[in-house]
């Protein structure tokens, strides 16, 4: 089975702070995918990478950026937190092109103050 | 921006009834793929549709993708407790995400 793995699942920072949410894949796969998801806008693409230290923007990167230095790791970085950034990420993953099946993480819960 | 737009934004059912979830773009899409999110937990993929007007069903559950594939639907036939959560579709190459129907069942 796929697994997908978020490094907390509750996490709490203070505006202005430097925010890492780390993202491991164990099944080889070339895309990997970080939203945020808010009440009643559903799920809103941040960044994806289709491969090693390759990336696009999504919907809305701005105040965000992403790290992908090895195949099964994709880091969300928060440079300086915003109160407007506490939110639910989701972090994905899949194979060969970027519309095939996605496998979720169990999302970071991020809240900050 | 290319938009996929879902409704009903909320859907409350009675156990045994019916359920409907439509799901449409601004623009023809390459494909659409269905998600079922549990309350609290994560999207989980449920299918892809490719073809223009392809029909595929998975137990109670039928999914279609419209002619000029720019719509899709979500039926579920005969509603369980165990379908409770947000269903969402979602379009094309970069997945556009819809803002999903969150169905709540009625004992």
């Known amino acids: 089975d796929v697994k997908v793995t978020q490094s907390s699942r509750y996490l709490v920072k203070r505006t202005g702070e430097k925010v890492f949410l780390e993202c491991v894949q164990d099944m080889d796969h070339e895309n990997m995918f970080w939203y945020r998801q808010d009440p009643g806008l559903g799920l809103r693409l941040i960044y994806f990478s289709y491969d090693v230290k390759m990336k696009e923007k999504g919907d809305i990167p701005e105040g965000y950026s992403v790290s992908r230095e090895k195949k099964e790791r994709f880091s969300l970085i928060l440079e300086s937190a915003s109160t407007n950034q506490t939110s639910m990420y989701l972090c994905?993953?899949?194979?060969?092109?970027?519309?095939?099946?996605?496998?979720f993480g169990p999302g970071t819960r991020l809240t900050v103050l | 921006g290319q938009q996929v737009m879902q409704i009903p934004q909320y859907q409350h059912v009675q156990e045994g009834e019916d359920f409907t979830t439509y799901c449409n773009s601004s623009t023809t899409l390459s494909n659409i793929q269905w998600y079922k999110q549990r309350p609290g937990g994560h999207p989980v993929f449920l299918i892809q549709?490719?073809?223009?007007?392809e029909v595929k069903k998975q137990k109670r559950l039928t999914f279609q993708f419209g002619e000029a594939k720019k719509n899709s639907s979500l039926h579920i036939t005969a509603t369980q407790t165990t379908d409770v959560g947000t269903y969402f579709c979602?379009?094309?190459?970069?997945?556009?995400f819809g803002k999903g129907t969150r169905l709540h069942i009625l004992p």
């Open positions: 549709l490719v073809k223009s007007g």
């Open positions: 979602a379009g094309d190459d970069k997945i556009i």
């Open positions: 994905a993953s899949s194979w060969g092109d970027t519309y095939n099946e996605q496998f």
